[in-house]
């Protein structure tokens, strides 16, 4: 069911065929932060291109706290939000 999928060995993501994003982290390594990161504000691009929902789901189960190198690539997340993209996010 997946139109689209990546794999770093902390992070696993998919895009399904609905554009919900998946992400799933095994650890908060720097490939793992930059490819979440990087997939996603691609998919913020995109969606806000297109005025379409981003709808996005992230798995953290299996993490402790956040590294200050992941707390600082994820606010840029919220910095770079553009106004206009209607979003959804769900962590687990």
């Known amino acids: 069911m997946n139109s689209s999928s990546s794999d770093v060995v902390g992070c696993t993501f ?9 992400f799933r982290f095994a650890d908060l390594k720097r490939e793992s932060v930059d490819l979440f990161v990087d997939t996603l504000k691609q998919l913020v691009k995109e969606r806000d291109a297109e005025q379409a929902h981003s709808r996005t789901l992230v798995d953290a189960y299996q993490l402790s706290m956040p590294t200050p190198y992941a707390a600082k690539r994820f606010q840029e997340l919220v910095k770079d939000k ?5 979003s959804s996010v769900a962590i687990i």
């Open 14 to 22: 998919e895009l399904t065929d609905d554009n919900v994003a998946i």
């Open 82 to 86: 553009p106004e206009t993209l209607k």
